[in-house]
Structure formats: C-alpha cells, structure tokens
C-alpha cells in the first residue's frame, strides 16, 4: 500500500486513489480509498461527495461493495476511510493500556481528525453517511461543522444496557470472531480491544451526544433496525425529538447492519433523502 502526505486538493487529484491508500493526517496515516463519480455523469454537476464513517469493528474492506454501489446509485463521488487502529491504518501502542482511548473518542474523530480529514481532501460540506459508531461521529460532527446532509445507520446517542449486554456478549465470544475479523485488519487485537474496553468502561456508561443533536442544522436521516442488539428505537426517537428536521426509518427484519439486512429499503430510503436535500429545512 502506497503512502502519501498531502497538502492540498491539487495534489489528491494527481494521485489514483481508488485502490486504498495510506494519507497523513495528523501524523497517523490512514487508510483512504476514493470512489469516482461515473464517468457518464461527470458532465453534470457532481453534487456533494459522500464519506463514509465504519462502525466500531468496521474498516475500507469490511464496507465491501456497499458504497461504491450507493455513490453509483446516487451519482456522487465518495470517500472510505479507516480510523486509527482499524483496516490498514496506523495502530495505537498499548491499546489496552496507556494507549487505552478515552470515553470522548468518537468526539475527537468527529471534531479534529475528520475535518484534518476533509481539509487534506478539498472537501466542503460532504453527506456524511455513518453507521453505529460512525453513525455517532457523524451526528457529532454535524452539530459543529457544515454538512450538506446526515445519514446515520444504528447510531448511538447515549449508552443503553442492551448495548453493554451486546458488547460484553462480544467480548465473550471475540476468540472465534477473530479469524473472521482478521481479514479485515491488519491487527485484529487493536482493533476489537480499543472497541471493546471503552465501551466496557464505567466512565463509557455516561456518555451522551444528546445536548448537542438541537444543533444539527443540516438534513439528517436516522435509520435503526427493530431487532438491533446493540441499540432500540429510543436512539433514533432521541434524535428526532431533538432535531425538528430529521426522517427517521424503522426497519422490520433488520439487526444493527441496515445496509447488509434490508440493503434495497435503506438504498430507495437514501435516493429519497438525497434528490429531496435542497427541499429540507429546519423547522
């Protein structure tokens, strides 16, 4: 995997990065694989490029295909990238101890590495399409910078105990998930363990991304699946109570991985949101 250290738009273009590749930012390289607008819509005006935020064991490769098929379906460029410790990135030395993150990770995400982030890759006002964790790191990151639209798949807004029942569960069962998990890390071990622990720790039980929701001013979509283990309903509902503007989805049949359970249902859910962004407003 090739390395790079950008500095500006210009020099992203001249790079091919539609196979994944290692950008600097902040001093960590990540793991960032770019998705080309089709070339039989490139005449037209490309509208804002979607990003996509993974989930807490998620990476590039764990998306697959899926926003490649969303960015073609929507017509949009798009952006992959994995956070620090997950798919090829750079890891974290002593993940379990000094290097242990703290219960405002998903903070420091939204509100200094992606916007390093979308600074490196000339990036204004993206949709942010985030899933469980990076559904979080969306939603924080909305209440403070411009985005031209919110899509969040299972997000968390505050710590219920059927997701610590669930990740506890995982922590259990992580010996046989671990082969499977492997393929999608370089080190399995970092990314379960900076996951699991936090989310584990009694200083994890009060977080709360709540008080900042009112300040979403952009376009948001909640969706949540009714057989969800890590989360219920009350995620999105908490939502919706506190951002006048937001859709929100219910889907039946579907766990925590919309996308994956009811691919077809979220897929016309997000076409809807997205010819419909210019027509939303707050109120």
Wanted: charged share 20%; net charge neutral; with cysteine.
């Amino acid at each position: 995997m090739l390395s790079f250290d950008f500095f500006g738009i210009s020099n992203v273009k001249m790079i091919n990065m539609t196979h994944p590749t290692l950008l600097s930012v902040l001093g960590v390289d990540l793991e960032v694989k770019y998705i080309p607008q089709d070339k039989r819509l490139e005449l037209r005006d490309k509208g804002p490029s979607l990003v996509f935020l993974h989930e807490g064991l998620g990476s590039v490769a764990l998306w697959k295909d899926w926003p490649a098929q969303i960015c073609q379906s929507l017509g949009c460029e798009g952006w992959v990238y994995s956070r620090q410790g997950y798919g090829q990135s750079d890891g974290i030395s002593d993940v379990r101890g000094a290097g242990k993150l703290n219960a405002h990770y998903m903070h420091r995400e939204a509100l200094e590495v992606l916007p390093a982030l979308l600074n490196h890759l000339g990036i204004a006002k993206p949709i942010l399409i985030g899933h469980s964790d990076g559904g979080t790191i969306a939603l924080i990151h909305a209440s403070q910078f411009p985005v031209s639209g919110c899509v969040v798949m299972a997000p968390h807004v505050m710590v219920e105990d059927i997701s610590i029942q669930a990740i506890s569960h995982a922590r259990d069962q992580f010996e046989k998930l671990k082969p499977k998990l492997a393929a999608f890390h370089k080190d399995v071990d970092i990314a379960f363990w900076q996951w699991n622990d936090v989310w584990l720790s009694d200083t994890f039980r009060s977080f709360d991304i709540r008080p900042l929701l009112p300040k979403i001013e952009a376009p948001l979509l909640a969706i949540q699946g009714l057989d969800d283990a890590y989360g219920t309903m009350k995620q999105i509902d908490e939502i919706a109570a506190k951002v006048p503007q937001a859709q929100l989805l219910k889907l039946a049949n579907c766990g925590h991985s919309p996308h994956k359970d009811q691919p077809e249902k979220v897929l016309q859910a997000l076409k809807y949101f997205s010819s419909s962004l210019g027509k939303i407003q707050r109120h």
